[in-house]
């Protein structure tokens, strides 16, 4: 191995501690590629070649005129599992919350009825909110929740905890069908996910039953750069 790969390979081992270690945290701006390469002792080419690695890599963002980013980590959901959101961004070393934006009982939408598969035009309780990820959006949600499998979600402050954790803790589901798709954002969901018009996100809708009878449709939609699906399955599960 000769000199140039080797001083690569350690300084690429060390930048990739410090991000890993959290002592450049996401959204970190990295010095000047010049002030990394004398620091480590190596030409500007050499410390191009590692930050376009780990940039590769996914570990750093690179903006047109402003500089090196330490990158959001990636959340990961599993396809088929109901998961816990604020789960997920912990496991990403991030504080989450959640904002209630919107709060409504009123009758369910024509695509509610039927993507729901909902008998009648009985009130459903609408909520609106939106995940963080730190100071940055995880995640927007909007659901609709069936009174008449959940009455206490009529009288439950959705503010001090997230109505999926609620619905989980609360009501066994037995059976849950999933559908997702990539969308560019419109105007209004980029505002919500500091996103440019446009982007991709990733949407992720689910209506969930408890006992032969629906209980809640959820559409969660996360900015597409930050998030993947993952699944497992055996040759018996095909």
Known sequence: MDSRTTHHDRILA???DKITGGDWPPGFQLPFETVLAEQHGVSRMTMNKVLGQLTREGFLVRRKKLGT???????QAAVMAITDIEA???ALGLEWRFDLTLRDLRPPRPDEIQTARID???PVLALQGLHYAGEQPFCHESRIINPASAPAALVQDFRTIAPGQWLLREIPWT????RIRAINAPAAMARALALATGEACLEVTRRTESAGHWVTLVTQ???GSRHQLVSRFTPDER
């Open 221 to 223: 939609t996360y900015p």
């Open 88 to 90: 997920e961004v912990r």
């Open 69 to 75: 980013f330490v990158a959001q980590p990636m959340a």
């Open 120 to 122: 009648g035009v009985a």
């Open 175 to 178: 059976s849950a069908d999933h």
């Open 14 to 16: 060390d930048l990739r």
